[in-house]
């Protein structure tokens, strides 16, 4: 994981399934490359607030947690079990880097190692 493997909405792409595929692989919310429509048209990304700041985290933003995070977020924690509004939080309250090094351990399998992925219950590998 890296700065780039958070999305702005505090979702980490390294544990997506679109982004650990091998064909048809997802490039990630921050990279230019392959990636989905629902990404490509993200309306948090192009957030008016970021003020063409697509890069900037929604913590920063005088208005988070709004509305389109926190229906984001509800469809993640109930899908999923993961919560983007919690990410962006822990990331205000730690910093970036602590907040990748503690994920990357919590999303190791405990077999082999890799990255687990927030779509299935079992490991890819």
Not at 9 to 19: L, Q, R, T
Not at 45 to 55: A, I, P, Q, V
Request: proline share 4%.
């Amino acid at each position: 994981m890296n700065s780039t493997s958070i999305a702005p909405c505090g979702v980490i792409c390294d544990v997506c399934y679109g982004f650990q595929r091998v064909k048809n692989k997802c490039a990630g919310c921050l990279n230019t490359g392959n990636k989905p429509y629902h990404c490509t048209a993200c309306s948090i990304k192009t957030c008016h607030e970021k003020k063409g700041n697509e890069e900037l985290l929604c913590h920063e933003c005088p208005k988070f947690p709004c509305r389109r995070i926190r229906d984001l977020d509800k469809r993640y924690t109930s899908k999923y079990g993961e919560s983007p509004v919690r990410n962006l939080t822990k990331i205000k309250n730690m910093g970036l880097i602590q907040f990748i090094a503690i994920e990357e351990e919590s999303w190791k399998c405990i077999k082999c190692g890799q990255l687990l992925c927030v779509h299935r219950e079992v490991c890819l590998a």
